[in-house]
């Protein structure tokens, strides 16, 4: 098992608390998430249709400014366990430091994988992975420097999990070249991961195989029908990306006070400096509020944003301590 | 794409109404589902923790009379699409006639595929595959005789997608054994197709094999939620069998009424011999009742129970026009 954020067992048994005493702030899953509405009961009682799966890609094409085949999947960690699938187990290079899963499915599913430090590094790899913005130091990448290297490699691979507070890193318009795949979740930004929803974007062979791969039924009638009004709700979207706009430096000025550095984040979380990530994430966890530290990098914590005012407020007195 | 019941969009295309306007009897889904409960907001907005998951399971293994290894996948139909990577493809013999998305996700996947007629016609596979109760005929099988079968083959899927109304015949019991699995779904019985829930229960290695393809979350947070608890109502169970139990027989009466043939069946849905299976349902359809007909059997038709006084009304005046 790939260690994750998310984890509040771990932080509960370690801890104490009931789940409801703990912020969670060790993933980035927005903690102000989209409304869940009162669903139709057949959404839960009939097999998904096709025409409410086709709706569903719709709105996901107009949320994410595309015409390409894509395909919804039970979050774009679904799609990740089928990557390997595509194509015989080869050679694969993933931007690394970045979200373990990529490599251990893959070599799970006999690739040769490598860590790559920078973009240049993936050239000539059989599947290359890049996070885009990079869980967890938040690194961007030009759409245009990705297109470059789309030519060098087999298949690559852009994560967007948290690209939707960034829209402009998107290279979801670009889907459909050959070669080229996109994943994108519902997870993060919209704060729907439990609802496991994400999508797939790409050529319609590749779209077409890994189709093939999941299954007629591949995501829940409730998250067809939770997905496809929320990707469509713009004015959800822009609210909530200019709360984050503002709130993301608001956390870092605290972070600073409290004498951490900024590493680097996006909109939806933040990576620090800290110094002795143990002793701070367990300075965290004495007031219950869980944070994402790291085994490779002692002095990294991670930490999403706060949800409400309340949330806010736990937070600066557990930094202030 | 293989051709299931459920089609609602073929039926609306061809015969007009909205879903609401239809009873869907073109499965073996309860029409009287279990009661989706309130659910707490973490299960839509948290990632499933492994201590929800693990608590499922256990309600699961209470529910199927085991303590075997079992893993949650969204629906029996995501344990079938990961059944051909337990092994390199090899020969897979599936007693026919039965649900078509066996020989199509094998075929799909490299193995050569032969329909049996019998029990005994499937020794020698590197894989066999048996729905038990069958559909779409009601064929049982005795779990002795799939005992005796295991060490014939290289591996045994039993497929109980419809056995909760008939646990005599349920080898759940008797999972861990090397070379059997078994799969279970919360589909039918209790009506909750849309949510993609079902188990897949095995011997250890097995079990491990399919978790790591299946990945850290493989079903969403309401699932497991709504799983746990409908999976510990044994109230609710046993009046289901119950009224299961009167209703089939009943529905065989209207049947016989109306000049059909019982062929065989379920407590959750009976195949009829008809004559002209095209036009049987095409009458049905006009009274905005769907069901299934099958391209290969011309004089079949299957029909689910309707759910409440109104529907099994239609469904008698349909019958009697």
Redesign the interface.
């Known amino acids: 098992?790939?260690d994750?954020g998310?984890?509040?067992?771990v932080a509960r048994a370690r801890f104490g608390g009931e789940?409801a005493d703990w912020i969670?702030l060790s993933?980035g899953?927005n903690?102000q998430?989209y409304p869940?509405p009162q669903l139709p009961?057949?959404?839960?009682?009939?097999?998904?249709?096709?025409?409410e799966i086709e709706a569903l890609h719709a709105a996901a094409r107009q949320a994410y400014h595309t015409t390409a085949p894509l395909l919804a999947t039970?979050?774009a960690?679904?799609a990740?366990?089928m990557l390997p699938r595509l194509a015989p187990p080869g050679s694969a290079k993933i931007l690394a430091p970045t979200y373990g899963?990529f490599g251990h499915?893959l070599r799970?599913a006999g690739w040769v994988v490598e860590d790559a430090s920078n973009l240049d590094a993936l050239a000539g790899a059989d599947l290359a992975i890049v996070v885009n913005p990079n869980n967890p130091d938040g690194r961007r990448h030009d759409p245009a420097a990705l297109l470059a290297l789309l030519p060098k490699v087999g298949r690559l691979v852009v994560d967007e999990s948290f690209a939707d507070a960034v829209p402009c890193l998107s290279l979801a318009p670009e889907a459909g070249r050959s070669g080229l795949l996109i994943l994108r979740s519902l997870?993060k930004f919209y704060?729907?991961?439990?609802?496991?929803l994400g999508f797939v974007l790409g050529a319609e062979a590749d779209v077409a195989a890994l189709a093939?791969?999941?299954?007629?039924?591949?995501?829940?009638?409730?998250?067809i029908a939770?997905g496809h009004r929320a990707l469509l709700d713009r004015t959800w979207a822009n609210a909530t990306s200019a709360r984050l706009a503002v709130q993301a430096p608001h956390l870092d000025n605290m972070a600073q006070a409290a004498g951490w550095t900024l590493v680097g984040g996006t909109p939806l979380f933040r990576l620090y400096g800290v110094g002795d990530a143990s002793a701070a994430q367990e300075r965290l966890a004495r007031a219950k509020i869980w944070s994402r530290i790291f085994r490779d990098w002692p002095g990294w914590l991670r930490l999403g944003l706060p949800g409400d005012e309340a949330e806010w407020a736990r937070l600066a007195a557990a930094l202030a301590r």
């Open positions: 098992m790939i994750h998310g984890n509040l067992d789940l969670d993933t899953i903690r998430p869940v009961a057949h959404h839960w009682h009939a097999l998904p249709s096709r025409a039970a979050g960690q679904a990740i366990q899963e499915v799970g997870g704060g729907l991961a439990g609802v496991r093939q791969l999941a299954g007629p039924w591949p995501v829940s009638g409730p998250a939770i």
